[in-house]
Nanobody, 126 residues
Framework: VQLQACGGGLVQAGGSLRLSCVAS????????MAWFRQASGNEREFVAA????????HYADSVKGRFTISRDKAKNTAYLQMNSLKPEDAGVYYC????????????????????WGQGTQVTVSS
């Protein structure tokens, strides 16, 4: 499995960005895709996840109501629409994939995912 993420950049607080993650080499139908982020000096933290087959979504409390994860099945692409960005949203954003249907209790754990994209930088100026 390979993941290619893009869409990061510099945005003012209150602005929006959309990240994309294209997946290839997937053999499972019931996989889970997610977005994590990592600010300098911090651990990688969960942002959002989607079970590909059902489309069910889960979000970190810090982004609920502002971020939306979505997918284009035909393009094997996941998106993260980020609105009302705050300086604390800044960091390197990674897309991740697990070739299994993850249960809620492990969705937020980076070790649950077996493939990672290269990361895309998001910078939010205040």
């Amino acid at each position: 499995v390979q993941l290619q993420a893009c869409g990061g950049g510099l945005v003012q607080a209150g602005g929006s960005l959309r990240l994309s993650c294209v997946a290839s080499g997937i053999t499972s139908r019931s996989y889970t895709m997610a977005w994590f982020r990592q600010a300098s000096g911090n651990e990688r933290e969960f942002v959002a996840a989607m079970r590909w087959y059902s489309g069910s979504t889960h979000y970190a409390d810090s982004v609920k109501g502002r971020f939306t994860i979505s997918r284009d099945k035909a393009k094997n692409t996941a998106y993260l629409q980020m609105n009302s960005l705050k300086p604390e949203d800044a960091g390197v954003y990674y897309c991740a994939l697990s070739e299994s249907h993850l249960i809620v209790s492990v969705l937020k754990i980076p070790g649950s995912y077996n493939a990672w994209g290269q990361g895309t930088q998001v910078t939010v100026s205040s």
